[in-house]
């Protein structure tokens, strides 16, 4: 499973994009990336999950370049209800034992 | 459409005593998972299982704590004679083939005094 490493935490104001990077260095060919979303009490919330390029949902966008080495999720326009732990995962389409580090800490201030 | 489902929500616990968590998951998922937390920590696996089969258990402590998923009815991750280290935050999550995303329920959080 590849090792994924994100920043502790990140601060950002009401109504900016925010972005959060991942890096993947030893991403295997059949690994897809995937982020979860977790508040606090709560159980973590899948956001998006892609293989290459770029995926857009009604939540976020995912943008992984041609090497794959890292991924960047990006959140439009956030609001304070988005102030949550952000975690990326890395792991083929067979794997099953998730492995989350400490994740992102993402505060967003008024 | 239900999402997982996870009881009770929490639960306090003396030393000695046993805890029973419960999962149901998501409508027509077969494939469970069950994953413990300690405070400012990523989530752990723990184990996997279908229907009435343990898949992986190799998360589980090997001592007290033990998993089924039967055929009716929801997982039960049963943790017995808790001890204060066992106070964690317990979440299942579901699938509907074990290739496919998980998704958690809301969790169980174990306080045991």
């Known amino acids: 499973l590849a090792k994924t490493t994100q920043p502790i935490s990140m601060d950002s104001y009401e109504g900016q994009e925010v972005n959060i990077t991942c890096s993947h260095n030893n991403i295997a060919t059949n690994d897809y990336i995937t982020w979860y979303q977790q508040f606090p009490s709560q159980g973590p919330r899948f956001i998006i999950q892609g293989y290459k390029t770029k995926v857009t949902n009604e939540v976020a966008s995912l943008f992984i370049p041609a090497d794959r080495k890292s991924s960047t999720l990006s959140l439009p326009r956030v609001s304070l209800s988005d102030t949550a732990v952000y975690y990326c995962l890395v792991a083929s389409s067979g794997t099953y034992k998730y492995i989350f580090g400490t994740g992102t800490r993402l505060k967003v201030l008024a | 459409n239900a999402g997982v489902m996870q009881n009770p929500r929490h639960l306090v616990r003396r030393r000695g005593q046993e805890a029973r968590l419960r999962c149901s998951p998501m409508?027509?998922?077969?494939?469970v998972y069950w994953y413990r937390q300690l405070p400012e920590e990523g989530l752990k696996f723990m184990v996997y299982?279908?229907?009435?089969?343990?898949?992986?258990e190799s998360g589980m402590p090997k001592e007290r704590f033990s998993a089924e998923f039967p055929k009716e009815g929801p997982s039960i991750l049963r943790i017995q004679q808790v001890v204060r280290g066992d106070s964690a935050a317990y979440f299942c999550a579901s699938s509907s083939t074990g290739e496919e995303t998980q998704y958690f329920g809301p969790g169980t959080r174990l306080l045991v005094l």
């Open positions: 299982l279908q229907k009435e089969n343990i898949i992986d």
């Open positions: 409508k027509g998922h077969s494939h």
